[in-house]
């Protein structure tokens, strides 16, 4: 018959080792990124993890104290996440923004360089055109 400490047992083993393989699925996502805001969504998993580890800790060892440092490292995981929301917000660009700025200065680029081809084909006839004439002015003479 299986006992109740022995589920216990079992449960607490499934938690960490559920709880290991997120940490590393998570410390590659913050590696692997592509972008910044994947990298912040990465941190702030990690600190659930953080606090899914202290919490079954603290459940196997009966220590109450771990429920208090879950908690003040959740508030502090939730500041630092707030924060780095603020800084993508403000000051960050993403990579989606970075390449539709590449584009429209490749289109302004393109628009400026036929204006000023059509300029050019425009004066160097013109300019033609003058010189022809200026050589037919002295013949009519």
Request: aromatic share 8%.
């Amino acid at each position: 018959m299986i006992s109740v400490a022995s589920i216990f047992d079992y449960a607490v083993i499934l938690a960490l080792g559920i709880l290991c393989l997120s940490f590393l699925i998570t410390i590659y996502r913050i590696v692997k990124g592509p972008t910044l805001p994947d990298r912040i969504l990465g941190l702030d998993m990690l600190v659930a993890i953080a606090i899914g580890f202290i919490a079954v800790i603290g459940i196997k060892t009966g220590y109450t104290l771990y429920v208090d440092v879950a908690i003040a490292l959740g508030l502090v995981g939730f500041l630092a996440t707030v924060a780095f929301a603020r800084f993508v917000l403000s000051r960050g660009k993403t990579e989606d923004d970075i390449l539709t700025e590449a584009r429209e200065a490749a289109a302004t680029a393109r628009r400026q360089n036929r204006a000023q081809q059509a300029q050019t084909a425009k004066t160097g006839a013109g300019h033609q055109f003058a010189t022809n004439k200026s050589k037919e002015v002295p013949a009519n003479e």
